[in-house]
């Protein structure tokens, strides 16, 4: 009886090729990070922290989040579609800038943080209707508005809009 092949034929290359990927995989995923540290590289960031899809947004505000080393955010001007919105922003124990951006506009809105002549961010907000519809589609009609049934205020008609209440 003829006795099997402990290894397949070609087992080492393919397992040899596997790591050389996963290797190659590694190193590219690292390599920004990397470089950038090493050049010292300063860099800004801007955020929706209260909601992670900057597309889905709904009201006509939203808190934004500025990140970056604390010289360069010291000389921060941050932006709402060209209009100036950086005294609204205050620094965070973490360093960070954190601020409310307000009067959005429905449709897409651009945030931007600038600190110098090159060092900017920027995050793209779609500012949906507060009354919706954010991804679904059309409310139906006739729609039932019972704000009242479950605690909350009248609300005015024909979208069932309830006055916003946080505690």
Same mark, same amino acid.
Request: charged share 15%.
């Given at each position: 009886m003829p006795q099997a092949p402990r290894h397949r034929p070609g087992?080492?290359?393919t397992a040899a090729l596997l790591a050389a !990927?996963?290797?190659?995989?590694?190193?590219?995923?690292?390599? &920004?990070?990397?470089?950038?540290?090493?050049?010292?590289?300063?860099? =800004?960031?801007?955020t929706t922290p209260a909601n992670p899809h900057p597309q889905l947004i709904s009201g006509n505000e939203t808190l934004i989040k500025v990140a970056g080393r604390t010289a360069d955010l010291r000389r921060a001007r941050i932006t709402?579609?060209?209009?100036?919105?950086?005294?609204?922003?205050?620094?965070? &124990?973490?360093?960070? =800038?954190?601020?409310l951006a307000t009067a959005l506009r429905p449709g897409t809105g651009i945030v931007t943080a600038t600190a110098g002549?090159? =060092?900017?961010?920027? !995050?793209?907000?779609?500012?949906?209707?507060?009354?919706? &519809? !954010?991804?679904?589609? &059309?409310?139906?009609?006739?729609?039932?508005?019972?704000?009242?049934a479950f605690g909350l205020a009248a609300a005015a008609r024909p979208t069932c809009s309830a006055p916003t209440v946080t505690s």
């Open positions: 087992a080492r290359t !990927v996963a290797a190659a995989a590694t190193l590219t995923l690292s390599a &920004p990070h990397a470089s950038a540290a090493a050049r010292g590289a300063a860099a =800004l960031s801007v709402e579609n060209g209009r100036d919105i950086t005294s609204a922003f205050a620094r965070q &124990p973490d360093g960070s =800038l954190l601020g002549r090159r =060092l900017s961010a920027s !995050v793209r907000i779609k500012d949906h209707s507060i009354n919706g &519809p !954010v991804f679904s589609g &059309p409310q139906q009609e006739p729609y039932y508005c019972e704000t009242t």
